[in-house]
């Protein structure tokens, strides 16, 4: 069982910056694929990044690419999601999860799937104004 709590989320004017930060409860979070998803309200949620158990594989939307920044300390158990240049359309609550799936279905795009996330956190709302 593991425990995820988001933190860092705000309101922030239009090309600011926000650092979002999930920690994670027990001793077995570098076990974890972690990814970070966000819903806006009336829509899906929608998959915005994912970290590999090491940290060193990382995949992006689109969308933020080149804006956001996934990282991980499995020491402070701890997955980090830096966002910069954030734009009015990236308003939404904002989610971090962690993966059990397999190396082999994780690298194969399951992280893009909320389906294969076992844990949730309970999001953090960040509004960005124009």
């Known amino acids: 069982q593991v425990q995820l709590v988001e933190s860092g989320g705000g309101l922030v004017q239009a090309g600011g910056s926000l650092r979002l930060s999930c920690t994670a409860s027990?001793?077995?979070?570098?076990?974890?694929?972690m990814g970070w998803f966000r819903q806006a309200p009336g829509k899906e949620r929608d998959f915005v990044a994912a970290i590999s158990w090491s940290g060193g594989t990382t995949y992006y939307a689109d969308s933020v690419k080149g804006r956001f920044t996934i990282s991980r300390d499995n020491a402070k158990n701890t997955v980090y999601l830096q966002m910069n240049s954030l734009k009015p359309e990236d308003t939404a609550v904002y989610y971090c999860?962690?993966?059990?799936?397999?190396?082999?279905?994780?690298?194969?795009?399951?992280?893009?799937?909320?389906?294969?996330?076992?844990?949730w956190g309970q999001g953090t709302q960040v509004t960005v104004s124009s």
């Open positions: 027990g001793r077995t979070f570098s076990s974890y694929a």
């Open positions: 999860g962690a993966s059990m799936a397999s190396r082999g279905s994780f690298y194969s795009g399951s992280y893009l799937n909320q389906n294969e996330y076992s844990y």
